[in-house]
Structure formats: structure tokens, C-alpha cells
């Protein structure tokens, strides 16, 4: 076999063999996602004694109509993107601009400011859980979206990732616009954010995740069910009985979409911004 033969032979078994993993891989992570929507289709009663096979028992699939009428899901879901579109607007605005002062800025006890924000990190939320409920307490804000949201408008991990993002922008750019008369809002808006954009977004995106899976703080905070959100609706619905457990599951599958959604679209995103925000200085 000549020597162009083998490397196009070794290609295509390396190529052939990448596709293989790929696949396993894929049938390992939807795997739960099928057997999920099996459970959510199957009677749970006869889907137990069929002995939980791999495929759906007697499907209904009525079964999402109801889980979106019987728990008023669909309410639970627009608060929680009200929620989350709210506290992701909030922690781009603070983690920017704190971003932005640590990395250009000089003032005093710069290091030490930076430091504490870190630790801040460290801290389990448990650990402020009770001072911060007392404090949504005192203020009227039980029930409320300044009660769900204004605890979550800052985080120490996007002011990090910012302002690891923002060293990394060449000093030339800041005497160059300096040069040009641009101030620190100009330089900010022209030339920091427009190429920071792919961390943001990432950014953005975490944020959004974690404020629409949030459910300790939620719980509690609310103690109206008209102010509960979709995943507090979804643990009432695990409290109910046994003949309607799939009710849970299928719930729980229509909450996941639009998260599967901005997953599928903006991944590239994701990668590319938390990539951008390696370490540096």
C-alpha cells in the first residue's frame, strides 16, 4: 500500500472512529431525556408493573396539555423569565461597570475591594439566606419581583470574569482613545463593550440559567402560590399523589425547553465567552 494510501486510510478510520464517540456520547447524555419523556407519557401505575421498560407503556400524550392547565404552569413560566430577564439585566449593568473600574480605574484599597468581592464567592447562599429573607421582610417586599430579583443584581463571578475580560483589552486601544478625547463612558461603550460582546453574552446567558432553576430563594420569599415560579410549581407537583406523578414529569420537560432553546442556539456563545475571559494579571 502506498505511503497516500495509508494517511487517506488512517484518516478515515480516525474520522470514522470520532463519529462513533460522538454518537455513543449522544445516546449517553439523551438517553435521560427520552426516558423522562417515557415516564411523562406512561400511567405511572401500569408503567410500574410493566417493570419501567425503556419505551412508552399505553402513551398519552394529553399528558403536557394537562400538566400546563392542571399546575397554571404557563403563569409560573412567565414570571420566572420575568425574574430572570430582570436580575440578568441588573448583574450585566453592575458586573460591567465594577468590572470595568477594577481593571482601568486606580482608587484606594482597589486590591482589597477586589479581594472581598471574591470571597464573597466562598460563601455558601445559606450562609446569608436569613439576613437577607429578615431584610425582604422588613421592606415589604415578600411576594414582589424587587423581592425576587434585587438580592441577585450583583455577582462577585461576573465581576471576575469582566474584569478578566477587560485586562486582556491591548493598553494601545485606551491611549488611542484617550487620544481621540474619549472619556471613561465613551471608551466603556465604543470600545470595551463591542469587544468584551462574546463574554457578556455568556455571561448573560449563565445568568439567566441559574436565575430560572433558582428555587431556595423563591421559596423563600413567596408566600402567595400566585407568586410562585416554575420551580416551585414544579415541586407542589411532585407532592401530589402517586396516580399523577407524570403530571411532574411532563411539567418539568415544557420547563426545560426554553432553556434547551438558548442552549442549542447561543452554545458557540457560551464557549467562545467563557474561553475569551482566561485568566490574566
Known amino acids: ?32 431525556v427520552w426516558l423522562m419523556i417515557v415516564r411523562a407519557v406512561s400511567p405511572p401505575f401500569v408503567y410500574i408493573d410493566r417493570g419501567q421498560p425503556w419505551f412508552p407503556v399505553e402513551a398519552d400524550w394529553g399528558v403536557f396539555a394537562d400538566a400546563w392547565s392542571a399546575s397554571d404552569l404557563g403563569r409560573a413560566m412567565a414570571l420566572s423569565l420575568a425574574v430572570a430577564a430582570i436580575i440578568t439585566v441588573g448583574q450585566l449593568l453592575t458586573s460591567i461597570m465594577a468590572g470595568y473600574a477594577f481593571a ?27 439576613a437577607n429573607v429578615r431584610t425582604i421582610r422588613e421592606l415589604g417586599w415578600l411576594d414582589s419581583l424587587p423581592g425576587l430579583t434585587v438580592p441577585s443584581l450583583a455577582t462577585a463571578f461576573g ?47 449563565i445568568t439567566m440559567l441559574g436565575a430560572w432553576g433558582s428555587y431556595l430563594w423563591p421559596r423563600a420569599v413567596t408566600t402567595d402560590p400566585s407568586w410562585n415560579t416554575v420551580q416551585l410549581v414544579l415541586r407542589q407537583l411532585t407532592t401530589q399523589e ?13 420547563s426545560a425547553v426554553p432553556i434547551l432553546v438558548l442552549l442549542l442556539v447561543f452554545q458557540r456563545q457560551i464557549i467562545r465567552g467563557l474561553s475569551a475571559g482566561a485568566v490574566k494579571g
Not at 482601568?104 to 436569613?130: C, N, Q, S, W, Y
Not at 484617550?178 to 460582546?197: E, Q
Request: glycine residues 6%; without cysteine; positive net charge.
Open 1 to 32: 500500500m502506498a505511503v497516500g494510501d495509508r494517511r487517506v486510510l488512517g484518516r478515515t478510520l480516525r474520522t470514522t472512529g470520532s463519529y462513533l464517540l460522538l454518537s455513543l456520547l449522544s445516546v449517553v447524555i439523551l438517553l435521560p
Open 104 to 130: 482601568f480605574l486606580d482608587f484606594p484599597l482597589k486590591r482589597i475591594l477586589f479581594v472581598v468581592i471574591l470571597a464573597t464567592m466562598l460563601l455558601p447562599a445559606e450562609v446569608t439566606l436569613v
Open 159 to 205: 465581576i471576575f470574569l469582566l474584569r478578566q475580560t477587560f485586562l486582556g483589552i491591548p493598553p494601545e486601544l485606551r491611549d488611542a482613545a484617550l487620544l481621540d478625547g474619549f472619556g471613561h463612558y465613551r471608551f466603556l461603550r465604543r470600545v470595551v463593550v463591542p469587544i468584551s460582546r462574546p463574554t457578556i453574552g455568556s455571561l448573560a446567558l
Open 242 to 254: 402517586v396516580d399523577s406523578a407524570n403530571l411532574a414529569v411532563a411539567a418539568a420537560i415544557i
